[in-house]
C-alpha cells in the first residue's frame, strides 16, 4: 500500500481533519498535504511524526529487486 492512501485512510479512521492531524503530528499542513498527495521527497523524520500518532514507524525493508 502506498504511503500516502496509508495515511490519508488511518486520518479518516481517526475523524481528523488534515489540519487536526497537523496539529497533533507537530508537522504543517502543507507538509501534510505534500505526504497524503503521495510527493516523493519528504524528510523522514515528520514523516515518522505523523506515522507514530497510529503506532508506526517507517524502517528498511528488503527490496524485492535486490538480493543485498
Not at 504543517?28 to 505534500?34: E, K, N, T
Amino acid at each position: 500500500m502506498l504511503l500516502s492512501i496509508f495515511i490519508k485512510q488511518k486520518r479518516k479512521i481517526a475523524k481528523l481533519t488534515q489540519i487536526e492531524l497537523a496539529e497533533k503530528a507537530g508537522v504543517g499542513l502543507r507538509f501534510l498535504r505534500d505526504l497524503e498527495q503521495g510527493k516523493e521527497t519528504l524528510r523522514l523524520d515528520k514523516v515518522n511524526q505523523v506515522l507514530s500518532l497510529f503506532g508506526y514507524e517507517m524502517g528498511p525493508v528488503r527490496s524485492q529487486l535486490g538480493d543485498s
